[in-house]
Each structure stands twice: as structure tokens, then as C-alpha cells.
């Protein structure tokens, strides 16, 4: 009789101990998962725009519009960045009064190792571009930039029209607002959005 | 032509990286690099190449003066020089086509289009070539026949 009761006590105990490490596992996933969102969907440090196209820079500016790309070669969001510039960059018709650069970070002390992988591979097979590796983030700092991805586009007279991402999330490839804005700006409209968030690996961590 | 090995000489290193992926990506070719004309003369001793890109504007030792020096050097080298240079007025192509070159692809370039412009090139003075041949071939039975 004891004895039951003493088995029946501790198996409701290790039910109960069971139903707790469960619950625990559960909310540990959820905070896992809800973490994985916050931080996919939370956009990076957006570049302090600057409103013109600076006068010193090795990049020149076209006598149609200017777009660039920057972006950190070790990066994972930048290949969905780099997917998105490839879509957009497609379609010679909307390229032929683009000129287009994707600018390649490559902090002080940072071997030619360092921007390979990846990133660059997937580039070098995007039509229209030209692909410039940034010694020691003159560019982007030049431009402003702080995030990988962040995207800019300047007119003829070097007004910058658009700054922001071209993904909807890190690393998500699909439709958003930042490709659309482009698009209508390269097609020669206006477009609708002049910002986007960025969502990309910050380019002073890499420092 | 069949290219099967390139070397490139360029004395930026973000160029020649950018350059070597491009075309051992979309070559495919087996791409060596050199940073020098000097470089490459000795790279040349070991080894010869099916094809040779060379930038033109290079510190001691430039495009041009390189490519003769390879003249001089190796006189039994007959494969296709590429210049890559930002200098493309038509004065200064035709000077690079005078020098012997296969022909001159635009700094900066896109990475994308690189192995095509390449391979554009290579057809063209082939063709360019196989032309020459025939006018020769032509102009030696004229000769003889004349004789």
C-alpha cells in the first residue's frame, strides 16, 4: 500500500518534472524564434545620406543615373543583395541610361582573401555592373555608407534620389519596396519611395 | 583558338583579383597572375600561356614596353596580347593594334562581360590572321607565277 503510494507520488512528480522541462524547451524555442525574427526583420544603421554625389571620388558619376552598391564581402545578407542587383540590372533596356557599381569593402589590414568568397563569385556574374573593391572603406565613407546593402542612386546632376536596401529582410530575395522604387526610377518615373531600411551586416564591425 | 591558360599582368591587385574570377568563372580558363612586366618575363621562362592580358598603364615597366620586351625576349611566342586599358581614344587602339596586339578591352570593365570580350577578340584575330595568311599564300603564287 505504502509502496504504491510512494510510486504513484513519484510518477506524478516526474510527470510534472516532465511537463516543466517541456514548457521550458517550448519557451526557449519560442525566444530562439522570436529572436531569429527580430534580428532577420530589424534593419541595420542606414547611411547618413549625403545629398549629393561627393565631388572627390573614384567612382564617376554618369550623365544618367548612378547606382551603387556596397558591400561586405563576407556578408550572408549580401548575396540576396547581390541576387536582387542582378534582377534589377537584367534587362538591358532599363540599364542604358544607368551606369551601375558595386563597391566591394575592404577594411585597413584586410587581406585580398578577405573580399574573396561568395559574394564576389555571385557578382562577377552580374551583367552591367562594375565591380570595385573599397581599400580601406574610402568609398563608403565617402558616401556616407555604413551597411552592407545599402544602396544609392543619384541623377545626372548628382542628387542622391534613393538610399536604402534592396531586400525585404537579411538575406530574404523576393519582391520589396527598395527594387520597385528603382525600378520606377530607372524606367524614368518617379519613384514612390526615396528610403528603404537597409538589412545587412554592419561595414565598421569588419574594421 | 582553343585558350586554355591566360596570364594577366596588372599591377593593381583588386584588378587582377576581379580580372581572375571573371574569367576563371566564366572562361573557364586557368588564369596566372603577375603584377609586373618583370614578373611576367620571368613567368614566361617557365611557362608559356595560350593568351596574355596586359594593362597598360603599369609603374617601370608599361603595357607596350613589356609586350616588346616578350617580342624580343621569346620571338617564338605567337599567341594573342590583349591590352586592358582606360586609354581607348581610336589613335591610341590603333597604336596598340600597330604594337601587334589582338586587340584592347576598356578599364574599367564588368566583370560579366570580360570572358566574352575575350573570347571576341581571340575570333577577330584569328580571322584577322587566317586573312593574312591567305593574302601571303596569294601573293607568293603571284610571284612564282611570275617567275
Keep these: 500500500m505504502f509502496n504504491h503510494r510512494v510510486i504513484e507520488q513519484a510518477d506524478c512528480l516526474s510527470k510534472f518534472g516532465l511537463m516543466k522541462v517541456v514548457l521550458f524547451w517550448a519557451v526557449l524555442v519560442l525566444c530562439g524564434y522570436g529572436s531569429m525574427v527580430f534580428y532577420s526583420t530589424a534593419p541595420a544603421k542606414s547611411a547618413v545620406t549625403v545629398g549629393q554625389f561627393p565631388v572627390v571620388s573614384s567612382l564617376s558619376k554618369n550623365s544618367g543615373l548612378t547606382l551603387i552598391v556596397f558591400l561586405h564581402p563576407q556578408c550572408p545578407c549580401s548575396i540576396a543583395t547581390v541576387s536582387e542587383l542582378k534582377g534589377l540590372l537584367a534587362h538591358s533596356r532599363l540599364v542604358s541610361r544607368l551606369r551601375a557599381y558595386a563597391v566591394v569593402s575592404k577594411p585597413t589590414g584586410c587581406s585580398q582573401a578577405f573580399v574573396s568568397g561568395a559574394v564576389l563569385d555571385s557578382l562577377v556574374q552580374v551583367k552591367n555592373v562594375q565591380v570595385l573593391i573599397d581599400d580601406d572603406d574610402v568609398e563608403s565613407q565617402r558616401f556616407g555608407v555604413k551597411t552592407s546593402g545599402q544602396t544609392l542612386l543619384f541623377d545626372s546632376d548628382g542628387k542622391c534620389l534613393f538610399s536604402g536596401g534592396i531586400t525585404a529582410a537579411r538575406g530574404e530575395v523576393g519582391g520589396n519596396a527598395g527594387v520597385d522604387a528603382l525600378r520606377q526610377y530607372i524606367t524614368g518615373g518617379r519613384g514612390l519611395l526615396n528610403k528603404t531600411p537597409v538589412f545587412g551586416c554592419s561595414l565598421e564591425s569588419s574594421k | 583558338m582553343k585558350i586554355e591558360k591566360i596570364f594577366l599582368v596588372d599591377d593593381d591587385p583588386n584588378i587582377r583579383r576581379i580580372a581572375e574570377i571573371s574569367l576563371k568563372k566564366l572562361g573557364p580558363w586557368q588564369v596566372e597572375l603577375a603584377s609586373s612586366g618583370r614578373e611576367l618575363l620571368a613567368m614566361l621562362e617557365k611557362d608559356k600561356p595560350d593568351l596574355l592580358i596586359l594593362d597598360v598603364m603599369m609603374p617601370e615597366m608599361d603595357g607596350p614596353t613589356t609586350f616588346q620586351s616578350v617580342k624580343n625576349q621569346f620571338p617564338g611566342f605567337k599567341q ?22 589582338a586587340g584592347v578591352i576598356c578599364k574599367p570593365f564588368n566583370p560579366k562581360d570580360l570572358a566574352d570580350d575575350v573570347r571576341r577578340i581571340c575570333a577577330e584575330w584569328e580571322s584577322r590572321l587566317s586573312c593574312e ?9 603571284l610571284v612564282g607565277s611570275g617567275d
Design chain 2, 80 to 101: 594573342p596580347v590583349i591590352f586592358m586599358t582606360a586609354k581607348v581614344m581610336s589613335h591610341e587602339v590603333d597604336e596598340y593594334l600597330v604594337l601587334g596586339a
Design chain 2, 133 to 141: 595568311d591567305a593574302a601571303a599564300e596569294s601573293s607568293e603564287l
